[in-house]
């Protein structure tokens, strides 16, 4: 039961806020009334909100603190062999052995910051993640998806004679292709024998432009310096003896390079460059030609002759493996700092001995950029069911639509470097583990099969290309049945 004084107090407060809101007090004091309020609530935020930032990780995320800001006191760049950092003029034509990047950013001075969380949690592996984290974004989109794509998808191939003069670059391969490029022979191969393949281009969802990159690079008659001419011919021919590409500006439309100079060869068919899906190796967001939303990240893959006997980990002794060229400042800087380490074996240049037991015997192998971000490392790596650490920021990592790399592989940024050693020692076994049986969970993906195998990287390309094709279409020509 209310009290009758406590009533009355009652009342004189509705009589104040009615009086206050009538007006009938100075305009100061109004003010004061109603902004009093709002400003302890806005102090009180405050006063939490510098709590919380001053007790709690929330605002120094350990991924992101790592990635904006380098983690050491050293100044990579001062551990860094003399090298040139000039770009994209330099880019010579003939980059042919390695596929390595000529884009390198790093900054002249690195600030200094420290490590304030333990290495540990770098990666967000608690038990949590490992246990919900699985090897595909969303598996059962993608089992339902790749079965409609298998049924339905249809590829039209702009036809070419084998008496034409450019037959060796038109036309697919009667061998296994080897090598660096041979992805994009293998995938050129395995679509002229698949099921995709049709006839009448009315039902088709993409069109394929089938030259290939790397042969006319090779070319004589071609080579770098007409390469650019030759698409932009090509591109001229189907447009005027063709419909199709006039119809959607050359966007149901795409070709293969893995090439490390395909990112030059659209330069003169600028239609093309900025509309066709580009299924390319060189696949890094600071390429001026590659556009992350529309081209597919093909996994550079050099074939191997057979599957190792076991990828049994305990007879993994090794931490770390990496051999190759020096020919960028992060492949320098890694060689300077770990080149006489006893854990992480890094070695300058080819290994004499095959560098598959290396793999075998090694709980990670590093991928580090080099002249482009891309190499056969990666899917090297899987094949030998070594956890890839990937040491080449920017490059958009094939199929990551549809695989998540964070669960079969490490991305460190390169200006960890200097604490590499302890951010591999410090994923647990159980981490380790984790990312061994899912490295061999996703092997498939990473191998081309003569014929293709189901899931297998060709049919993981198409699953790509399936992902980009457009349902909607316009006729061909107007109605003219209503006309
Ligand atoms: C970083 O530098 C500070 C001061 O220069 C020093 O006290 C600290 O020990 C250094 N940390 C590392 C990891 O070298
Ligand atoms: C993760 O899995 C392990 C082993 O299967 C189990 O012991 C643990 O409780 C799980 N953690 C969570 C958060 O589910
Ligand atoms: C995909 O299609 C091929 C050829 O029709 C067939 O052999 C294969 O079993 C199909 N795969 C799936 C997963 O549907
Ligand atoms: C384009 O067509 C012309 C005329 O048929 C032919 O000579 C030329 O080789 C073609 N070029 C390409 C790149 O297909
Ligand atoms: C496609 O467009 C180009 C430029 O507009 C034109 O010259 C060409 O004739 C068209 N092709 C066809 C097949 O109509
Ligand atoms: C590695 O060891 C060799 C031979 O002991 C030595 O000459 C070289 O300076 C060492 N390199 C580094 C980066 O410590």
């Known amino acids: 039961m209310i009290k009758p004084a406590k009533l009355a107090s009652m009342a004189k407060s509705s009589v104040a806020i009615y009086n206050v809101s009538k007006q009938q007090y100075p305009p100061t004091f ?34 992101s603190t790592t990635f904006l800001e380098p983690a050491t006191n050293y100044s990579l760049f001062d551990l860094i062999i003399p090298f040139s950092t000039d ?3 330099t880019v010579p034509l003939s ?16 600030k200094p910051s420290q490590w304030s969380l ?111 001419d030759f698409i932009k011919d090509y591109v001229f021919n189907i447009s ?40 390319v190796c060189s696949s890094t967001y ?9 081209d597919v990240s093909l996994p550079q893959i050099w074939p ?14 090794q931490l770390a493996f990496f051999a190759g060229q ?49 190499t056969a490392r990666v899917t090297d790596a899987l094949h030998y069911g070594c956890v890839p650490v990937i040491l080449a920021n920017h490059y958009d990592l094939p199929f990551t639509d549809i695989l998540n790399w964070k669960s079969f592989s490490v991305v460190v940024h390169y200006m960890d470097l200097p604490v590499l050693k302890k951010i591999l020692q410090g994923i647990s076994f159980e981490e380790l583990s984790w990312l061994q049986n899912n490295v061999a969970k996703v092997r498939r993906h990473f191998k081309w099969n003569a014929p293709a195998v189901d899931y297998d990287a060709f049919y993981m390309a198409m699953y790509e290309l399936w992902l980009r094709k457009s349902s909607v279409r316009v006729r061909l020509s107007s109605s003219r049945e209503y006309i």
């Open 87 to 89: 770009n994209d003029d």
């Open 95 to 110: 980059i042919d052995n390695t596929a390595e990047d000529f884009f390198f950013d790093l900054p002249t001075s690195s």
């Open 326 to 374: 020096v020919n960028s400042p992060v492949r320098a800087a890694l060689l300077k700092l770990w080149v006489n380490d006893t854990e992480i074996f890094a070695h300058f240049g080819r290994l004499e001995t095959d560098d598959g037991e290396e793999q075998l015997r090694s709980k990670f192998c590093l991928h580090v950029k080099g002249f482009e971000v891309n």
């Open 304 to 317: 191997k002759e057979r599957d190792p006997k076991s990828l049994v980990s305990t007879k993994r002794n």
């Open 118 to 228: 333990p290495l540990g949690d770098l990666f967000g592996f608690t038990g949590d993640n490992m246990n919900n984290t699985k090897v595909y974004h969303d598996t059962d989109t993608f089992l339902e998806d790749y079965k409609e794509m298998n049924k339905s998808f249809k590829i039209f191939v702009y036809p070419h004679n084998p008496d034409d003069p450019f037959a060796n670059v038109l036309l697919p391969v009667d061998f296994d292709p080897k090598g660096h490029y041979a992805s994009e022979l293998y995938f050129k191969k395995a679509l002229f024998s698949s099921h995709f393949i049709t006839q009448d281009p009315n039902q088709a969802d993409l069109f394929y432009m089938p030259f290939s990159i790397a042969d006319m690079r090779h070319d004589p008659r071609i080579g770098p310096e007409r390469l650019q």
């Open 240 to 279: 005027h003896k063709y419909p199709f590409w006039n119809r959607t500006g050359g966007a149901d439309h795409f070709y293969v390079g893995c090439h490390s100079i395909s990112r030059i060869a659209m330069d003169k068919a600028v239609e093309a460059k900025e509309n066709v899906i580009q299924l």
């Open 286 to 294: 600071f390429v001026p030609n590659y556009f992350p939303h529309k």
């Open 30 to 63: 109004k003010l004061f009334f109603f902004f009093l309020p709002i400003s302890l609530a806005l102090t009180s935020f405050f006063l939490v909100f510098i709590y919380i930032s001053t007790t709690s990780r929330v605002l120094t995320n350990p991924q």
